[in-house]
């Protein structure tokens, strides 16, 4: 009897550890970004900076004027400009990284083909002075529809804080998908949120 006791022990002890091993958070999200949850229009806080996603356009082609020619830059999938407010809450900061993540999990980092323009990054904030900036994405069209903002001063924001916006509220059909324009200019200034 004694001894079929300690085997039982012996097997809700391995049970145990088992399951907390099992249940146990992994390093990365002991160590990983700190969410701050949001949806488009409203103010999302951060650690160092505030953001507002105030919309997001689909195009087939993306235009700017750079040193007097028109450049026009297309892609095999679907070009995304979100349009955001940004603004640092007490001390000079940037914004290094933005990414948009699909529905099904695919992240795409902010296209680096826009080149120089004005609203494009590097973002350097300072406290008092929002700026509007166009974020520029290529994307894959089934990538729309639930899709996430992820914006963090850091690289790889570990401990640090990360809005997390969800795209909820652009234009589309009326089966969801989304209104594409032909060709969108990112070099022309965009109404402030409001306006």
Known sequence: MRRLANIAVILVAVA???GMWVT???????????????????????????V????????RELTYTQFGKEKVLTTSGLWAVALVELAATTKSTGVSTA????PTGLRFAQSNRVGWLPGQPPYMLE???PKQVQLAFEILPDQVNGATLLLSAQMKPSLDSEARIKIDDF???????PLIVDRFDISRPQPAAGS
């Open 16 to 18: 145990l550890l088992y």
């Open 24 to 50: 146990k958070p992994r390093y990365g999200e002991l160590t990983g970004p700190i969410a701050a949850y949001g949806k488009m229009h409203d103010r999302v806080h951060t650690r160092e900076f505030d």
């Open 52 to 59: 507002t996603l105030n919309q997001v356009i689909f195009a």
């Open 99 to 102: 990414i948009w993540r699909g």
């Open 127 to 129: 406290p008092g002075l």
């Open 171 to 177: 234009k589309k059909f009326n089966d969801g998908l």
